[in-house]
């Protein structure tokens, strides 16, 4: 009986919200940002080593695919030149957790030009 509680309880810690999948923990720069130009690069930093397998630029009129380093697992992943857009840019990110969980989220860059 205490072997069948004890593997019940490993179970409920597996299944649970205890088992929790990846998260991205910071990006550079970070969502929410407004920036004067596009930047250089983006960079996400997940929790722990994770897939990234989709990056989409939605824009207020267009959506495109983005590309980025590395293609296998990493805890650190480098957009080079996202060429954003003036005003708001939506980065649609989707991963696969190493416990194999999808994970997604946004992050939000603005950019607003100087005024000349
Ligand atoms: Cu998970």
Redesign the pocket.
Known sequence: MKRFLGALLALLMMTGPA????TLQSTSPASGAVLTRSPEQVTMTFGEPTRLTSVALVTASSERRLSFTPSGSATTFTITAPALVAGRNELRWRAL?????P?EGSIILVVRPPNR
């Open positions: 088992a929790a999948h990846t957790s190493r416990d194999g969980h994970v």
